[in-house]
Nanobody
Framework: QEQLVESGGGLVQPGGSLRLSCTAS????MAWFRQAPGRDREFVAA????????YHAHSVRGRFAISRGSAENTIYLQMNNLKPEDSATYYC????????????????????WGPGTQVTVSS
């Protein structure tokens, strides 16, 4: 069973930045989702297995950036100009092969999930 290890969450003021990281035991197609209290889990960003394609939700486009580390089993989510509405638990997810360019935003295509890291944006 794959275990995803997330880090980088915390408390930040509006307009601030955070970088989340997620490490797996091997390279996968991976993504970030988030879930605020009382709301459904929503897609944030995804990166394909080789890292050639990256996708970002409309709500974070231009502020957040997903990337893959040189070790290739680690991904990052650089979050800039954070807003209070970005506050949520952020989850890393990995797909063994079901994720594609047409379904990367669907939670059901991801086989493994991290425990989540809390991001709070507040003054």
């Amino acid at each position: 069973q794959e275990q995803l290890v997330e880090s980088g969450g915390g408390l930040v003021q509006p307009g601030g930045s955070l970088r989340l990281s997620c490490t797996a035991s091997q390279r996968y197609a991976m993504a970030w989702f988030r879930q605020a209290p009382g709301r459904d889990r929503e897609f944030v960003a995804a990166i394909t297995w080789k890292g050639a394609n990256k996708y970002h939700a409309h709500s974070v486009r231009g502020r957040f950036a997903i990337s893959r580390g040189s070790a290739e089993n680690t991904i990052y989510l650089q979050m800039n100009n954070l807003k209070p509405e970005d506050s949520a638990t952020y989850y890393c997810a990995a797909s063994r092969g079901s994720a594609s360019t047409s379904n990367y935003a669907a939670t059901g295509v991801y086989d493994f999930w991290g425990p989540g890291t809390q991001v709070t944006v507040s003054s």
